[in-house]
Every structure is written in C-alpha cells, then in structure tokens.
C-alpha cells in the first residue's frame, strides 16, 4: 500500500492568504488521488478528485490541486481562504484498481478572522 | 439526503468491555470500509465488506476485532476486551461500485471515537 505524507501539521494563516498544502505518495504506477476535509464536529467530505487527464484539478469551495506525477505530489492550493476554511484537510491515495485508500496524517488549518 | 451513519459518536468503554460501532451505509450502497484514526496519525484501512461477505480484512488486528455487514441491518465493527491502545476514531465509509474495478468514490460517515478508560 502507499505511503502518504502531509508536510504541513498545522496551519496557521488570515483571512485572504493564500493556502498550500503538500502531499507525497510513495510510489510510482497508476494512482487515484483525493483530498478530504473534516470540519469540526462533522463528517468527512471529498474536496476533489483526481484519476485521470488535467493534472489541474478544481474542486468545491475554491479549492484546486495539481498532480505532478515526477514529484509522486497532490498538493492542495486556494488563493483566498476565508474563516470558514478552518478544519483538517486529508490527502488520500490508492492505487488503480485497488479500494484500500492510504491517507496522510492531516493537516489541521486554522483561519484566523 | 441521507449519507453515512454512524453510532454512537461516542463511546466510553473500560479495560475489558466489549464496544460494539455501527455503520449504516448510504442508500443504494453495498460496499462497506472500515478505517481506524489513531491519534496524531492517518486514517488506516481495517476491512471491507459486501453485504454478508467480508472481501478483505487486511488490515484488522488478528484477535479481538471482528466485522460484519449483515443481510439486512448495518455494519458493525466489534471489539472484544477492549484496551486503552483501542482508543481511536473508527470511520466507516461506503461506496456504489464494485471494489476492485476502476476508480469510484468513497463517502464517510462521521466517525465513532472510541475512548477506553
């Protein structure tokens, strides 16, 4: 199974900053990539997705990520990021064809108003 | 829109008791993962089931952990004797397609923690 790392155990940032997140997976072949975030007291929700074509992946509330298959990396990325953005934000992988998603350890963001 | 549920959020166990979490998958879902949350780590994979079948347990801790996804009813997860190293977040995810065959979506429930004193 891969291994996945998130650089990042905690951030900090204002409103209005820009917002990164990095993912690594372990290695090579034919992946599905994901990003989950938890917002407090809630469940789990996909952010985006990303199995096949654009490596540039747009997702919900603004968020977007890039597939860099050289770089094994699925960083997070969102220009402007609100309050509301605070929560802890997952990225998961699994190989194709394979259903047992590997996540990193989490990135816990907290927006400061 | 009902998703994935979970009970109890929840759940205080002693040394020794049996702590019994359930899942009941979204609508129209068979397919049924099981992951554990162990604090300051990552979600790990611990079993997937079909209804009345478990496919792969891989990742489930050879004693004290079972699981099963019955005909009717939901999933559940059960830990015998539980100890304080059982102590975690377990969420339960489930899906539409078929495991195994291409790429699909996987929707978590909210989670149980599990505390054991």
């Known amino acids: 199974a891969q291994s996945v790392s998130q650089h990042n155990h905690h951030v900090i940032l204002s409103e209005a900053a820009s917002l990164e997140l990095g993912c690594n997976y372990s290695?090579?072949?034919?992946?599905?990539l994901f990003w989950y975030v938890q917002y407090p007291g809630q469940h789990l929700q996909l952010l985006l997705k990303y199995f096949s074509g654009d490596p540039l992946v747009k997702g919900i509330k603004g968020f977007e990520a890039e597939f860099i298959k050289s770089k094994f990396s699925f960083n997070l990325r969102k220009p402007s990021v609100q309050w509301s953005d605070t929560a802890e934000y997952f990225c998961?992988?699994?190989?194709?064809?394979?259903?047992?998603?590997?996540f990193g350890a989490g990135t816990t963001v907290t927006v400061r108003a | 829109n009902a998703g994935v549920m979970q009970n109890p959020r929840h759940l205080v166990r002693r040394r020794g008791q049996e702590a019994r979490l359930r899942c009941s998958p979204m609508k129209g879902h068979s397919h049924v993962y099981w992951y554990r949350q162990l604090p300051e780590e990552g979600l790990k994979f611990m079993v997937y089931?079909?209804?009345?079948?478990?496919?792969?347990e891989s990742g489930m801790p050879k004693e004290r952990f079972s699981a099963e996804f019955p005909k009717e009813g939901p999933s559940i997860l059960r830990i015998q004797q539980v100890v304080r190293g059982d102590s975690a977040a377990y969420f339960c995810?489930?899906?539409?397609?078929?495991?195994?065959?291409?790429?699909?979506?996987?929707?978590f429930g909210p989670g149980t923690r599990l505390t054991v004193t």
């Open positions: 998961a992988v699994n190989d194709f064809n394979d259903y047992k998603l590997s």
């Open positions: 995810a489930s899906s539409g397609v078929e495991g195994g065959q291409g790429p699909y979506e996987q929707y």
């Open positions: 290695y090579g072949g034919t992946v599905n």
């Open positions: 089931l079909q209804k009345e079948n478990i496919i792969d």
